[in-house]
């Protein structure tokens, strides 16, 4: 399978089983006064879906007539992703943080279990579940096809092309990429964006 061919697959895996943390919602408590609609018609494009909520974009909606009392605005919270670096953490951790903080999202580092160990594995990703939307793991790809049926989760997506692995454990989806630096970033931005994204509803 080429580097197209497992785009796609990953992409349409994707897709098919990731779905978006549950939105909540967050209510304005008063009109920002100004006219409803003063200078966008109804059906207008204003704001991209996914848009980040920060001052800037709260106002713009407000000033749009879209935050008056008794009117709710859909908001997802922030996404908790869990990195667990098994292999080169002192390079992979970093290149990987700053990656994320790209993209207006952190991660909490899990501990790390000894190596080769898939029930250690298996008993990290279970303690961390409550706390985490999503798991990115770095190395040891096979370990964790060896750790997901004693979670009894659905054996993992391979996508060898770019030596990485996509799972589902307890709805939460699992990113794995290889654990040499080059090969794991190149991995992370060919799938981690879309994964990401999709699980923060955007």
């Known amino acids: 399978m080429d580097i197209q ?10 897709r098919e089983n990731v779905s978006p943390v549950p939105a909540g919602r967050a209510r304005a408590i008063r009109a920002h006064g100004r006219v409803l609609s003063e200078d ?15 001052a800037d974009a709260l106002s713009q909606i407000a000033a749009a007539g879209c935050l008056t009392e008794g009117m709710f605005l859909p908001a997802y919270q922030r996404l908790r992703i869990g990195l667990l670096l098994l292999e080169n953490d002192a390079a992979n951790g970093p290149v990987l ?26 008993d ?12 990115i793991i770095v190395g ?9 049926p004693l ?3 659905d ?22 990429l290889p654990g040499e630096p080059a090969a794991a970033f190149a991995a992370f931005r060919n799938l981690a ?5 999709r699980r923060a509803g955007c």
Do not use: C, H, N, Q
């Not at 966008?40 to 920060?54: E, N, P, Q, V």
């Not at 903080?101 to 898939?118: Q, T, V």
């Not at 040891?140 to 997901?148: H, I, N, P, S």
């Not at 990485?164 to 709805?171: G, Q, S």
């Open 151 to 153: 979670l009894e989760a």
């Open 124 to 135: 990290v990703l279970w303690m961390a579940a409550e706390t985490t939307d999503l798991y």
């Open 97 to 122: 943080e700053a990656a994320l903080r790209e993209m207006s999202f952190s991660a909490e580092r899990l501990i790390r279990p000894p190596a080769g160990d898939a029930d250690a594995l298996a």
């Open 140 to 148: 040891d790809v096979d370990l964790l096809e060896d750790a997901l």
């Open 193 to 197: 964006p879309a994964l990401i994204l």
């Open 155 to 176: 054996a993992p997506l391979a996508l060898p092309a770019l030596g990485a692995a996509l799972a589902i454990y307890r709805r939460r989806p699992v990113l794995a």
């Open 40 to 54: 966008i018609s109804r059906g207008d494009f204003s704001m991209a879906r996914g848009t980040w909520l920060d």
């Open 5 to 14: 061919e497992t785009l796609k697959s990953a992409l349409d895996w994707v």
